[in-house]
T-cell receptor, first 115, second 115 residues
Framework: DAGVIQSPRHEVTEMGQEVTLRCKPI?????LFWYRQTMMRGLELLIY????????DSGMPEDRFSAKMPNASFSTLKIQPSEPRDSAVYFC?????????????FGPGTRLTVL | AQTVTQSQPEMSVQEAETVTLSCTYD???????LFWYKQPPSRQMILVIR??????QNATENRFSVNFQKAAKSFSLKISDSQLGDTAMYFC????????????FGTGTRLQVFP
């Protein structure tokens, strides 16, 4: 299996631009997570989907952030408009929810720089 | 709310020696999972070891072992026979399996292994 795939690996944009990050979970996994990693706040969960439905979006910073999962094999995280403080590494992770413990497998991350 | 604290921002150890990374957490739950993740310079998040709170026996994975003290809410990672490839950021994390499966991370400890 190819693992969790994220694109792009690096993104540099200017303040005010729209940014879309993409994630393809491991085939057969039904839970998907978006995490953000910054120096100031460390790793924090932004949103969690189960069976394509957003279950917990309490970590989404503000209305500029939105996430979708139109099908089991694809998710996007969009920032519009982007701001310099959004610069971070964004990780996508997936797991197979069978109850109890479900190991999360992380993608390689997208490093976002907003100038 | 659950919190995870790693009080050692940086640690260093000589190759072949043993090093212990500290982690404390706070929760009112009785059943939960604790993890140590490794993040090398490649940025990939790699699961090192997992501990179920209902198990008294400390988890071990080859050179990696934990000291889980439930009453003290302490979860330290011991790396034996340190290798240069162990150089990385190490994150302690908590998961409540009855919740949304989200991982709550500590701020990390940067480990440098010297030859």
């Amino acid at each position: 299996d190819a693992g969790v795939i994220q694109s792009p690996r690096h993104e540099v944009t200017e303040m005010g631009q729209e940014v879309t990050l993409r994630c393809k979970p491991i085939s057969g996994h039904n839970s998907l997570f978006w995490y953000r990693q910054t120096m100031m706040r460390g790793l924090e969960l932004l949103i969690y989907f189960n069976n394509n439905v957003p279950i917990d979006d309490s970590g989404m910073p503000e209305d500029r952030f939105s996430a979708k999962m139109p099908n089991a094999s694809f998710s996007t995280l969009k920032i519009q408009p982007s701001e310099p403080r959004d610069s971070a590494v964004y990780f996508c992770a997936s797991s197979h929810d069978r109850g109890g413990y479900n190991e999360q497998f992380f993608g390689p991350g997208t490093r976002l720089t907003v100038l | 709310a659950q919190t995870v604290t790693q009080s050692q921002p940086e640690m260093s150890v000589q190759e072949a020696e043993t090093v212990t990374l500290s982690c404390t957490y706070d929760t009112s739950e009785n059943n939960y999972y604790l993890f140590w993740y490794k993040q090398p310079p490649s940025r990939q998040m790699i699961l090192v070891i997992r501990q179920e709170a209902y198990k008294q026996q400390n988890a071990t994975e080859n050179r990696f072992s934990v000291n889980f003290q439930k009453a003290a809410k302490s979860f330290s990672l011991k790396i034996s026979d340190s290798q240069l490839g162990d150089t990385a950021m190490y994150f302690c994390a908590f998961m409540n399996p009855l919740g949304t499966d989200k991982l709550i991370f500590g701020t990390g400890t940067r480990l440098q292994v010297f030859p």
